[in-house]
């Protein structure tokens, strides 16, 4: 028999009809011949309801306090939905992260899964229970409860499939699945039937946050596919699994467009051991998270250094490079905000030669300014002006032929 | 170092200010020299609306999935009450029912505490924490997270108390003790500084809800004393304890009224075996709570049966009984609504003669009619007009003297 996990996300049980809808695809999915393991979030609102709660108690809550208080959200959506289960005459029980198995280190608001102990699931699913696990949460060997960061019922779903040897994961959210470019931006955009982790990994990087980067990364650790689906719809949505020899024919996967980013660049920097250092721990220590970094070749012993950041930490980041610039006798600190990152992302790069020749050069075209360039090995990424974005994924969409990408790869 | 358990209600911890309040009174508790346990109850409303959730999912939720729901009420208390004292600067930790060690049968919504180890409670004193634990929840011994009903708060805190052989227990309430009658209806009324268990649970029986019958039977079985007192105030409150010789001094302890009642007789019963059981067999199976039960003296054969139920309950009640007394041959059902109930209390009672004279005299001058009465070993509960009720009590109260009671006891 086959089985399957099914993980909800906050809005999929957002409120009691939702939350009916949830129980009955999971009766169906069961009717369907399927042993059914549902993974859980908290309803939307509730995390951040006790976040709230929390700040007006303390500026700097106890991280083991927090964990307690948030798992609560995960431990009321399960038994609601296992309730709505029962409701429809199916059987259904509820578990926590501990019941279930989920043994995380003691790293507290952040946990990571040490192993999970899947015995009692088995057994409840062998007297066809629907299984409901909270998402989000485990517990320490000493029995403390811990929570897994966000995103983190993503990473309870991939972890259970694993551990359970699942013939399939899906993850249900409020988007369709993966598609080769915001369908918003770009009208004729595609929705993917397969990705590659690592492709699924810099699509989220970029800005394309369908799923977070750490239940990817576990996924692809532990060669776990699922599939990004809606749970609005019965539509099919995207299989993300490692890469097969045949994914590599399309050159590029899919197109993410990063906004409202700012782009710094501090000038004539003394091409010494250290400068760079100084410049990103002093970023980092007020918790601005940086994106792209760029240091150009050495002239004369100096050099530029160009990162980008979300341009709401703009005003804080010039604060506090203005001091780092002269410590390190560095020439000059110019930064412009309201830029976008566009990314051409997929793993056919390796093999197919010219690509960032095709994507400079329809820009170019298209007298789209690029500021700022930087690569990985399956991913190109640049910096334009914001104004330019839209149009600047549009044009690049086409070029790649996305929006016939599954029907017919391009050869590079 | 004296140990003290600490138990917050609903409204004590109703919102964050009123959360620090809490903590602050734990820290100043732990500062004058004892270790301190906490008990707290969900934040209030947080339980109704978790009920409501569930009736909007099914008309009759699994009993095991409502304790795992009803569970994180308590358990996001816990941890906000923690970090609210972490806040200032003292060592608090948070416990669920299974953490601190409450062992429950496997009765879901309404579990009895098996056992309490409080091995781990005990560890963490010693360590210098204010120990936080969630009230009204426990564990089976297969792990089963269980509740303990309504009122259940109050339990885990006496059994805590009894387990931890503390030094005293306080009852956090919003209001300040258990009073001789409700001050609203009689100005004059005291505060009681102590009262025998078994006169708290006749006035909890009598409409004076400062504590279920529940928490109250529990400690008194256990011998553990307690104090009820306001979490809005610093006054002392009233200390429920064991029975003292001296305490039956005092004849009448306290008066309590109970309004919107509603009068039921049948008469004309025939005096057979079985007639009472189908009467309250008939309304009992609609859940409708039967308090008062009177049957008179057999007169040819024939019995009148008389019981009061809360007004609310009177037209379901009318419509079962209809058939009931055609049934059992009976001649008549006669119901009045508007009725109240007025109890005297009092260990005293058993050594004191004449009390019932004197309070059937005092309401005979008052002219109030009495329509049915009843006593126990230390309590006369009268039925009177609704309209009469006010007046009733603050008669009553001054024949017994019960202004000046404390401070000079009335020889019966």
Known sequence: MRLIVQKYGGTSVGGSERILKVAERLVETQQSGCRVVAVVSAMAGVTDGLIKLAGELSPKPSEREMDVLLATGEQAAMALVAMAVNALGAKAISLTGAQAGVLTDRIHTKAKIANISPKQ?????????????AGFQGQTAEGETTTLGRGGSDLTAIALAGALNADACQIYTDVDGVFTC????????????EIAYDELLEMAGAGSKVMQSRAVEFA?????????????????GTVAREE???????VIRGISVERKQA?????GVPDVPGSASRIFSAVSAANISVDMIVQNASDRNLTDISFTIHEADLPRAEELLAGVVNEIGAKRLSTESGVAKL?????????????????????????INIQLISTSEIKIAVVIDGADADRAAQVTHETFGLSKAIAAPISG
């Not at 596919?225 to 609005?232: A, G, L, M």
């Not at 997929?346 to 020749?357: D, E, F, K, P, Y």
């Open 263 to 267: 782009k710094v660049t501090v000038s």
């Open 244 to 250: 097969t020899a045949n994914m590599e024919d399309v």
């Open 220 to 236: 692809k650790k532990f060669g776990v596919p699922f599939e990004v689906r809606s749970s609005f719809n019965p539509n099919s």
């Open 343 to 367: 990314s051409v992302v997929g793993i056919g790069m390796r093999s197919h030669s010219g690509v960032a020749t095709r994507l400079f050069d329809c820009l170019g075209r298209s007298e």
């Open 182 to 193: 915001d369908p918003r931006v770009v009208p004729d955009a595609l929705k993917l039937e």
């Open 121 to 133: 699931i088995h057994e409840l699913l062998q007297d066809d229970y629907i299984v409901v696990v």
